[in-house]
């Protein structure tokens, strides 16, 4: 079993929905990471965060420390949201290691 | 421009032989980060070093040896390659401290072992 558990593992989604993607971890951790891997095969990091909730555009983040999991939703969701979504754990300490979820594979459809 | 580069991007060789992918940033940051992605896409850390000093090293087979010239490189050297190699290795890197940072991702590179 992994550390750090993402659901769904796949979602289709027509345009203009809004969407959630879920996260939960196991132990306590430090922050938490989510990634966007588009078909092109690059990652890049979307949200850092330890508490609370941060936007950017049209995405959410937010984080519950007591229930050890954190939510990415996409408002008004567009085809070029598509990609694969990865939260990753960091538990910490002086390494910044990230412990990595399986993915979620976004496909918005027009 | 690029602020975390790789090379190269694709990588197709036989089994036994040696290979090295480089990494090269740009954003000053003091840790760098060597991971590989699987058939599944799921991304697991191999190594990170800080300032040159290795301080992450995970179970990885020790035919996999990370060198840091300095603190904008880290290469990754794999010897006698294997099929089970094959694999997209990513490097990134992040500033350092106690403080918990962004990490920022190469272009990945992809291996394939024949």
């Known amino acids: 079993k992994n550390e750090v558990e993402q659901s769904p593992q796949n979602l289709t989604a027509q345009e203009g929905e809004f969407i959630t993607i879920n996260c939960s971890y196991s132990?306590?951790?430090?922050?938490l990471h989510w990634l966007q891997q588009h078909p092109g095969g690059g990652i890049v990091s979307l949200f850092m965060?330890?508490?609370g909730k941060k936007k950017h555009g049209r995405l959410i983040a937010t984080i519950n420390i007591q229930e050890k999991h954190s939510s990415l939703h996409i408002t008004a969701s567009h085809p070029r949201d598509s990609a694969v979504y990865i939260c990753a754990a960091n538990y910490g300490g002086a390494t910044n290691k990230l412990i990595f979820g399986t993915g979620t594979l976004l496909a918005v459809q027009p | 421009d690029t602020a975390v580069s790789q090379t190269p991007k694709y990588l197709v060789t036989q089994m036994g032989n040696d290979k090295s992918i480089k990494c090269e940033q740009n954003?000053?940051?003091?840790?760098m980060y060597w991971y590989k992605q699987d058939s599944k896409k799921f991304l697991k850390i191999m190594f990170s070093y800080n300032n040159k000093e290795l301080i992450i090293n995970e179970t990885v087979p020790n035919r996999f040896s990370p060198k840091s010239p300095d603190k904008a490189h880290l290469n990754l050297h794999i010897n006698s390659l294997e099929l089970g190699d094959s694999a997209v290795y990513f490097c990134?890197?992040?500033?350092?401290?106690?403080?918990?940072?962004?990490?920022?991702f190469g272009p990945g590179t992809r291996l394939t072992v024949t």
């Open positions: 965060l330890s508490s």
């Open positions: 954003l000053g940051h003091d840790t």
């Open positions: 990134a890197s992040s500033q350092a401290g106690t403080r918990h940072y962004e990490q920022y």
């Open positions: 132990v306590g951790i430090s922050a």
